[in-house]
C-alpha cells in the first residue's frame, strides 16, 4: 500500500501582503507541518485529528492586507496552541482545516472521547 503524499495547503507567514518570511506552513499526510527560521531551523507537526478547536482572529491591519492568525487548539500529550501567522486567505483556509480534520477524524474512525482522558470525564461526574 503506497501512501499519497498530497499537499492539501502550504502557504507562508506574510509580511504585509508579501510572502517574505522564514516560517512556512503545510498540510498533507493528515499532518499540518510547520518550519521556523533561516540559520535555526525549528521543525513542528502535528496530527490533524489532535486538533479539537480552531479560532480565526484579524486585526484592523490584517484585514487591509488580507491576511489573519488561525490558532489551533491540540488535544495531545499536552495541550497546545498553534499560530499559523498572517496567512493569506485566512477564512477559506480555516474552514478548508475544519473540513479536512473531520475527513480525517472519520476515516479513523474517532469520536470525541478519544480526546479525553478519564480524569477530566470523573470530574465532571462528580459535579
Excluded at 472519520?106 to 470523573?122: A, M, P, Q, T, Y
Amino acid at each position: 500500500m503506497t501512501m499519497e503524499h498530497t499537499t492539501i495547503w502550504k502557504d507562508r507567514k506574510h509580511f504585509m501582503w508579501f510572502p517574505f518570511s522564514f516560517t512556512k506552513y503545510e498540510v498533507k499526510n493528515d499532518r499540518l507541518y510547520e518550519q521556523e527560521g533561516l540559520f535555526n531551523t525549528h521543525y513542528d507537526e502535528v496530527l490533524l485529528y489532535r486538533i479539537v478547536d480552531l479560532c480565526l482572529t484579524r486585526s484592523f491591519a490584517q484585514k487591509i492586507f488580507g491576511t489573519g492568525t488561525i490558532i489551533l487548539y491540540t488535544k495531545a500529550d499536552s495541550d497546545k496552541e498553534i499560530y499559523l501567522k498572517n496567512i493569506k486567505n485566512p477564512i477559506q483556509v480555516k474552514e478548508l482545516l475544519s473540513k479536512t480534520i473531520e475527513e480525517v477524524r472519520d476515516n479513523r474512525k474517532l469520536v470525541g472521547k478519544e480526546f479525553f482522558n478519564s480524569n477530566d470525564i470523573d470530574d465532571d461526574m462528580d459535579m
